[in-house]
């Protein structure tokens, strides 16, 4: 038999369903921010070869394996559960999805950041300086705008997937796109039709994106190496 | 004449390897010098001393009578603004270095306007107008000056070293350093390179010092010409008098006769 589709049902959901996607953009958007900002001070500070930063780039390295090696979802239950039991520290499920999910991001830019300082030949700093540019305008004006060019590819295939990780906040009863469809779901008894309309909604924004990544890779000022 | 560079007892060294080994000499206004030598003997370094982009251990370099760095034993005192100072001794180097992330005019108009304070528009005008001098979208007044707005990586080599010597130029530098800028080309296009450096010299006057593997090369636009081994000059004449060399036994391989090349 056949499976009866009752979409129409929905359409009288679509309330939620927006504010779901808007729960799951600010997710997104907020996280993107955060982990970018984190992890390019991280990057930064991974890439500079003074003694003195030894044990700071100890600890980041720590910090990177314990985000790397943990899964998200393990992350985010543990603060949420054993935060308040051993340091007393009580966030809601938002906050804590805020956090995980900006904290498992900037782990992966810094790695990002640091290679695409590393990949910056010496001789394009050379060439500044063989024309009098004092250091603070080659880095101004050659090496950010060089670690930017080089970067925004692999970050932007991050901000896609980070769309996507944002699902993890449901866990927490945070109300975002995959939360709805639950809810919605229980309402209803409409499963089908629930996580059909949200994966459509994943399909159209990543899709979106890859589109937008995709273009990216194929642009001349992108791809061009030394 | 007036003096442009005096080297005194100048010694550079990496690490414990000696580049440089008590280097004297004098280079003049409106001469043209050219480098000759083996690989590794102090060539570039040399150059990139006189830009300040490479640190003496021991010695003195003037720059048009002033002292510019003094060292003693490793004890370095740069005596003038190095900025200042590099940004009149021009120096091109072997692998364009042109910014990937720059169009070729803004890789021209950067150190103007930037540096300089220039204002844009002006910066872009004398940018084309250095371009067309090395033929890098000559007819811009009445075709659409494409390459311009391309970005390095879409260029030839030929034409990057061009960009690369324009970009030098835009800065309006006293001298010309010139750091195997031919050595990454074939043999036609550093022909070429060849005939865009007399045209510059024709130009502006401008003195220049080039590093060079082709002493044909070097015979052809150089008023003067060193040869290099370890770390000393051993060899310093007019360039009509090189034949007086043919039977230097340091220079043999470096004067038969190159065939095309140069």
Redesign the interface.
């Known amino acids: 038999m056949a499976y009866d589709w009752q979409l129409g049902l929905l359409l009288q959901y679509w309330p939620a369903f927006l504010n779901g996607l808007i729960i799951t953009a600010k997710l997104t958007v907020v996280s993107i921010v955060a982990g970018t900002v984190i992890g390019y001070v991280l990057g930064v500070l991974l890439s500079m070869k003074s003694p003195y930063l030894i044990p700071v780039k100890i600890l980041i390295n720590v910090y990177n394996a314990l985000l790397g090696w943990l899964p998200l979802l393990v992350l985010m239950v543990w603060m949420y559960y054993f935060l308040p039991v051993l340091f007393n520290i009580k966030f809601d499920g938002l906050t804590v999805a805020y956090i995980g999910l900006s904290l498992n991001l900037s782990a992966f830019i810094a790695d990002v950041i640091r290679g695409a300082i590393e990949e910056i030949p010496r001789s394009y700093i050379d060439a500044g300086r063989a024309i009098g540019m004092p250091f603070p305008l080659i880095l101004r004006r050659i090496i950010f705008p060089e670690i930017v060019r080089i970067s925004l590819p692999s970050m932007v295939a991050l901000y896609i997937n980070q769309f996507k990780w944002t699902t993890l906040a449901s866990v927490l009863g945070v109300s975002e796109l995959l939360h709805t469809a639950d809810t919605i779901m229980i309402q209803t008894y409409r499963s089908l039709e629930a996580y059909t309309a949200i994966a459509v909604i994943y399909l159209v924004v990543v899709g979106f994106g890859n589109l937008v990544y995709m273009r990216m890779q194929r642009m001349e000022f992108f791809r061009q190496r030394a | 004449m007036n003096e442009l560079f005096r080297l005194e007892d100048v010694t550079v060294m990496y690490g414990t390897h000696t580049v440089l080994k008590g280097f004297n000499l004098t280079i003049f206004e409106r001469e043209r010098i050219a480098i000759c030598g083996p690989s590794g003997t102090g060539k570039s370094t040399f150059l990139r001393c006189l830009?300040l982009?490479e640190r003496i251990r021991h010695g003195v370099i003037y720059f048009r009578g002033q002292k510019i760095i003094e060292a003693r034993d490793g004890n370095v005192k740069v005596l003038v603004n190095?900025?200042?100072?590099?940004?009149?001794v021009?120096?091109v180097?072997q692998?364009f270095?042109?910014?990937?992330?720059?169009t070729i005019l803004n890789n021209i108009t950067?150190?103007p306007i930037?540096?300089r304070g220039i204002p844009a528009a002006k910066a872009v005008e004398r940018a084309r107008e250095l371009c067309a001098l090395v033929n890098v979208d000559p007819f811009h007044r009445t075709t659409r000056g494409k390459l311009v707005n391309k970005?390095?990586?879409?260029l030839s080599g030929g034409q990057r070293q061009r960009v690369a010597l324009a970009?030098?130029l835009a800065?309006d530098p006293e001298v010309l350093l010139l750091d195997e800028i031919t050595s990454a080309l074939d043999p036609p296009l550093a022909a070429e390179i060849l005939r865009y450096l007399r045209k510059i010299n024709e130009t502006f006057h401008i003195p220049m010092m080039l590093v060079t593997h082709h002493v044909e090369f070097a015979r052809s636009l150089a008023t003067r010409l060193l040869f290099m081994k370890e770390g000393k000059v051993i060899v310093d004449t007019p360039a009509a008098k090189l034949d007086q060399y043919y039977d230097h036994v340091d220079l043999k391989e470096y004067l038969e006769p190159m065939g095309e090349d140069a």
């Open positions: 830009n982009l190095e900025n200042v100072h590099r940004s009149r021009g120096i180097f692998e270095n042109l910014w990937p992330n720059k950067e150190g930037y540096l970005y390095p990586s879409e970009r030098a800065m």
